[in-house]
């Protein structure tokens, strides 16, 4: 053996690492720099949705009204929660390549906006007329008092369709403008819930309502004001002549099918929560919303960090003539991600083994006043626990949608939905029975294991996000196939 030779077993693949990432640095210079602004908007956040938590713990307890109210609120926001991630998912890459046709986004925004309201209006008039009969007919799976107060807060909080369909449109403006001022204002509804309940002792589940309607009215309100919304505004339009019609609804039409697929794992929760009994429902919400603290600050701030400046590469490598120089954008984007996917796996790991350790603290913490006693603690601090270990999964699969979204690549969005959701209805099925509420978080993590598995085999191992990504040269705007 060669003198140095072993040396350079270990210098060769070093310098070709560096190589490579130095190629990519500005991406990961963008990337970071967005992740940390929009993580500290997001923690920002988070510790208003604490204090939220906390007046709600300290009003309510594991309460009744805390049942009725989260079950009607999951139910009236899983439509919104899927307008809003495929809205996102949609309009930011559309926005990247229309950057330079100012007039033809002019005309798509407005005509836009003036669907979306009429959609909102028409959507809570049929949420409201459903499940009104649903509950009238006693179809809902709730306990007869749930069920009253359930129906006593639905007037209210279907209003929440049309100001959070609204609120979800400007959001997904201001981001593809790459503004992350939204993240910021998005703690508005949780600081107006806080305040009312507090205000209002007595207030029932009023208070809850009321507060989440008045919240998101502000939210809608303080993103129409916000600064640097020069060139966002506009006037609706009524009609469907923009070009990009075409474009947007081919995308969204797969988005909506598998976003809605994906989120209806939670609202099968509470269905299954419903039927162990009163209880159920509050310790799963209070555990899920110590979740949201964690999983929420990796999601927003990874996917909004990430998702346009994975639109931009694809958008450069669209504009590229030579193949050789789209195959080259190709790796570079491979690449980024790859690192980044580990990057968040490890700090979920992290971060799953510290939320473990500190669980009951944090519930006694977060709730333990008022009508939240010494043994609820102790329930949400293990159904908490349980939930745990999807967080890793979570955060690395949060980076490869991002990579699939800005490729176009929605089926490949669809086909992890499908597989996430008969991840959960059979993780349901297994541990429920065995486990009671705490199989329900359990079996969340079979949901992200799934799906970020499917996603690394697609996108990173056999590289089938990349194919056709540059197809559309000129700023084409055609649908790929996975």
Known sequence: MRPGSTGSVFVQPLRALGTRFHAAAPDHAAILKGMLTVAAFVFVGKLVSAMKEMAVAYRYGLGPEVDAYQFLYTVIGWPLGVWASVLTAVLVPLAVRLQDRQRQLARFRAEL?????????????????????VFRLGQSGLPPRLAGLAEAALPGLVLLLPLGMLTALQSAWMLAAGRHLNTLLDC?????????????PGGGIGALVWGTVAGSALHLLSLMAAPGRRGLQGAPRLGLSSPQWRWFCQGFGIMVGGQALMSLTVVIDQFYAAGLGTGAIAML?????ILSLILGL????????TLPIFAQVHAQEGQQERAQERERQRVRLRAVARLWTGILFALGLLAMLASYAASPWVVRLLYERGQFGAADTLAVAQ???????????YFASMVLVSY???ARRHRLVFYSALIGCAAKIVGNLLLVPAFGVNGIALATMLVYAST?????YALVLRGTG????GASRGGAMDTGRA
Request: hydrophobic share 65%; net charge positive.
């Open 188 to 200: 508005i509804p949780t600081l107006s819930i806080a305040a009312l309940v507090m205000a209002l």
């Open 113 to 133: 906006l003036g669907v979306v309201m009429l959609a909102g209006c028409g959507l809570a008039v049929l949420a409201w007329l459903v499940l009104h009969n």
């Open 404 to 406: 699939a979204l800005s």
């Open 466 to 469: 990349d194919a056709g990504a």
């Open 383 to 393: 159904v908490l626990r349980y939930g745990l270990p999807q967080i890793p999964f």
């Open 298 to 305: 990796a999601a927003i701030a990874v996917s909004r960090a």
């Open 285 to 289: 919400g209070y555990a899920n919303r």
């Open 452 to 456: 970020g598995l499917f996603f690394w």
